[in-house]
């Protein structure tokens, strides 16, 4: 962290001296605010772990409204896969988990992992019974370190320019250090893979892998491995399959919300794959599962019920009542993102099916939202649970359009008009 900050503090008297030379007056934010330090701290935080990363992570799609825009554009890069342990750092961990001699217990243990994430890696593995397993290990130090890696990437926000003059992170902040210890409970995490296990129990479109809690410790956690593709790899397949994946995702997202009041808040299309012999949607890592109160989850609703009616008044009601604003935020502000919510909802109220891909939608939404974002006087900072919410919408449009899906968005959201009691 020393080290990116010095980066970035080199970088921009670099450039407070251009402007000068140039015979400009320096401006500080413009001098902190540049492709170079944008670049530096991207740079910097791809070679971290833990909460470092996985900030930078969610940062990456802020719209806007916190970071600027070129600097969350350049932080995108660090959706990528991170580095993986070295092969003598993966024993010990395990020797920690499993003791020594851990080997023995499996007829075959691939000590190079299929995927690398922020909080830990996962590789393949076979019981001595046959059984083919996916083994998540975590990365040392990860949980420890969360709260001190959110405190170092909080001084840097505290540099003039980069976040709006009077906004309080504070809360945000917290919220995202609750996240990160949750997504490094593997015990935790545990218990929503097995609830969601059972929610979808029987479904014809989704899977999720079996726990296998025999293998599985704090730091560990072990699953049936399922064999399945990207859905990368769905490109070529016919449009009423790209078009039932991405409804079926989306409708999924409306039944975390409405009916089971548990989101899994984590959009990265890593953690959605499809297994071609059923047609399945394979559901993975529950590390960042939310739960929503029935309270919230009516508000919602209600915002729900005012935009597909597209009554102004409710929808400024709902809104308050949620917090994408406060009492105090300028009314040209409060207007603009009740806008920016009937603009979003406007393919939920068509006849026809929406496509994702022709659209200029997700354009026309963030170029409104930077526009929130270049006026650096806002203070109101939402509540988490929307900022999750909304980065989980935002990963299924992402997703919908890399499938070039057609879905027909009301016929999907019709059904949760009503109140629903999970069973």
């Given at each position: 962290m020393?080290?990116?900050?010095?980066?970035?503090?080199?970088?921009?008297?670099?450039?407070?001296?251009?402007?000068?030379?140039s015979?400009?007056?320096?401006?500080?934010?413009?001098?902190?605010?540049?492709?170079?330090?944008?670049?530096?701290?991207?740079?910097?935080?791809?070679?971290?772990?833990?909460?470092?990363?996985k900030?930078g992570?969610?940062?990456?799609?802020?719209?806007?409204?916190?970071?600027?825009?070129?600097?969350?554009?350049?932080?995108?890069?660090?959706?990528?896969?991170?580095?993986?342990?070295a092969?003598?750092?993966?024993?010990?961990?395990?020797?920690?988990?499993?003791?020594?001699?851990?080997?023995s217990r499996?007829?075959?243990?691939?000590?190079?992992?299929?995927?690398?994430?922020?909080?830990g890696?996962?590789?393949?593995?076979?019981?001595?019974?046959?059984?083919?397993?996916?083994?998540?290990?975590?990365?040392?130090?990860?949980r420890?370190?969360?709260?001190?890696?959110?405190?170092?990437?909080?001084?840097?926000?505290?540099?003039?320019?980069?976040?709006?003059?009077?906004?309080?992170?504070?809360?945000?902040?917290?919220?995202?250090?609750?996240?990160?210890?949750?997504?490094?409970?593997?015990?935790?995490?545990?218990?929503?893979?097995?609830?969601f296990?059972?929610?979808?129990?029987?479904s014809?479109?989704?899977?999720?892998?079996?726990?296998?809690?025999?293998?599985?410790?704090?730091?560990?956690?072990?699953?049936?491995?399922?064999?399945?593709?990207?859905?990368?790899?769905?490109?070529?397949?016919?449009?009423?399959?790209?078009?039932?994946?991405?409804?079926?995702?989306?409708?999924?997202?409306?039944?975390?919300?409405?009916?089971?009041?548990?989101?899994?808040?984590?959009?990265?299309?890593?953690?959605?794959?499809?297994?071609?012999?059923?047609?399945?949607?394979?559901?993975?890592?529950?590390?960042?599962?939310?739960?929503?109160?029935?309270?919230?989850?009516?508000?919602f609703?209600?915002?729900?019920?005012?935009?597909?009616?597209?009554?102004?008044?409710?929808?400024?009601?709902?809104?308050?009542?949620?917090?994408?604003?406060?009492?105090?935020?300028?009314?040209?502000?409060?207007?603009?993102?009740?806008?920016?919510?009937?603009?979003?909802?406007?393919?939920?109220?068509?006849?026809?099916?929406?496509?994702?891909?022709?659209?200029?939608?997700?354009?026309?939404?963030r170029a409104?939202?930077?526009?929130?974002?270049?006026?650096?006087d806002l203070m109101?900072v939402?509540p988490?649970?929307?900022?999750?919410?909304?980065?989980?919408?935002?990963?299924?449009?992402?997703?919908?359009?890399?499938?070039?899906?057609?879905?027909?968005?009301?016929?999907?959201?019709?059904?949760?008009?009503?109140?629903?009691?999970?069973?």
């Amino acid at each position: 962290m020393g080290s990116i900050a010095a980066g970035i503090a080199g970088n921009t008297a670099a450039s407070g001296l251009r402007q000068m030379a140039s015979g400009q007056r320096p401006q500080l934010s413009s001098m902190l605010l540049t492709p170079a330090n944008a670049m530096r701290l991207t740079e910097g935080l791809s070679h971290m772990r833990g909460a470092a990363l996985k900030l930078g992570q969610m940062l990456s799609m802020d719209p806007g409204v916190v970071l600027p825009p070129e600097m969350a554009s350049i932080l995108a890069s660090l959706q990528a896969d991170a580095r993986h342990m070295a092969p003598h750092q993966l024993s010990r961990v395990l020797d920690a988990e499993w003791g020594e001699g851990w080997r023995s217990r499996f007829a075959r243990f691939d000590e190079v992992p299929f995927a690398a994430a922020s909080i830990g890696q996962v590789h393949r593995a076979q019981s001595l019974d046959g059984r083919d397993l996916a083994i998540k290990v975590q990365y040392p130090g990860v949980r420890d370190s969360i709260d001190s890696d959110i405190d170092n990437i909080a001084s840097l926000f505290r540099l003039p320019g980069l976040v709006p003059p009077g906004m309080d992170l504070a809360p945000l902040l917290t919220e995202a250090k609750r996240q990160l210890h949750d997504e490094a409970d593997y015990e935790r995490e545990a218990a929503w893979l097995v609830r969601f296990g059972a929610l979808l129990s029987g479904s014809a479109d989704f899977l999720v892998p079996a726990h296998v809690p025999e293998f599985s410790t704090p730091r560990v956690l072990a699953m049936s491995f399922v064999e399945s593709v990207s859905l990368d790899a769905l490109a070529q397949e016919p449009q009423a399959t790209r078009d039932r994946v991405a409804e079926r995702l989306i409708d999924l997202v409306m039944r975390e919300l409405f009916v089971f009041r548990a989101m899994q808040t984590d959009p990265n299309l890593a953690n959605y794959r499809y297994e071609p012999q059923s047609g399945c949607i394979v559901l993975l890592d529950f590390g960042a599962v939310r739960a929503f109160d029935v309270a919230l989850g009516e508000d919602f609703r209600a915002l729900l019920l005012a935009g597909l009616d597209n009554e102004r008044e409710a929808i400024r009601t709902a809104m308050l009542k949620i917090g994408y604003f406060g009492a105090k935020t300028p009314a040209m502000q409060r207007e603009l993102i009740i806008r920016m919510f009937q603009t979003a909802m406007v393919p939920l109220r068509q006849p026809t099916p929406f496509d994702f891909k022709a659209s200029d939608l997700l354009e026309r939404l963030r170029a409104m939202g930077q526009t929130i974002g270049t006026d650096r006087d806002l203070m109101h900072v939402p509540p988490a649970e929307t900022l999750f919410l909304h980065r989980k919408i935002g990963g299924m449009y992402l997703l919908a359009a890399k499938l070039r899906a057609r879905v027909d968005l009301g016929r999907i959201v019709a059904p949760y008009r009503a109140f629903i009691a999970l069973e």
